[in-house]
């Protein structure tokens, strides 16, 4: 499972807001084709469809359980 302390500490998330992670379809620059599995608080439709394509799954989180402490940023 790829985490959100795992995006952030990759650097393909800068930050985490107050409303968590939200994965968006839109157009990708390279080919995605293993399955994978993500930990994420809300995902677009099309972003939900694509992960399910290639036989991956995410699992929503709300931006107030434990696994973003450290990582939110305050306002």
Not at 16 to 40: A, C, M, R, S, W
Not at 43 to 66: H, T, V
Request: proline share 4%.
């Amino acid at each position: 499972m790829i985490t959100i302390k795992d995006l952030v500490e990759s650097g393909v998330v800068q930050k985490v807001g107050k409303d968590g992670v939200k994965l968006l379809g839109t157009q990708f620059n390279y080919p995605v084709t293993t399955p994978f599995h993500l930990e994420i608080t809300r995902a677009s439709q099309r972003a939900i469809e694509a992960i399910e394509k290639l036989g991956g799954d995410y699992n929503l989180r709300s931006p107030k359980q434990a696994c973003f402490k450290g990582f939110v940023e305050e306002s």
